[in-house]
């Protein structure tokens, strides 16, 4: 299976995601050690879900672009129109 291969700057813009969504599960866990609320402990776990399936999203989008429509890697192999209609559905349902 081929491995994530990205430049330097998306590494760390998806790291910066993680570290984002790591205070997020934080927040919640010390929401709970602090007896919050449950609107405020539900708040912030639909935060990190919300979280999670855009950085899900941003990781699928780049595998659709530089695994299965790369037109330089695989010229003719896919639709582009099709492709991009396929993310703008994952970017919908994602994010």
Same mark, same amino acid.
């Given at each position: 299976?081929? !491995? &994530? /291969? !990205?430049?330097?700057?998306? =590494?760390? =813009?998806?790291? /910066? ?6 205070? #997020? ?5 010390? /929401? ?7 609107? #405020? ?14 950085? &899900? ?5 780049? !595998? ?8 330089t =890697? !695989? ?6 129109? /099709?492709? #991009? #209609? ?6 919908t349902?994602?994010?």
């Amino acid at each position: 299976m081929p !491995h &994530m /291969a !990205h430049t330097i700057r998306e =590494k760390r =813009k998806l790291l /910066a995601r993680v570290r984002r969504i790591r205070g #997020q599960v934080e927040a919640i866990e010390r /929401a709970l050690e602090g007896d919050a609320e449950c609107e #405020q402990v539900m708040h912030l776990i639909a935060g990190a879900r919300g979280a999670m399936a855009g950085l &899900m999203a941003e990781v699928v989008e780049d !595998h659709v672009l530089s695994h299965l429509v790369d037109d330089t =890697k !695989h010229p003719g192999a896919l639709n582009t129109d /099709a492709a #991009q #209609q396929l993310l703008e559905l994952v970017r919908t349902y994602l994010r």
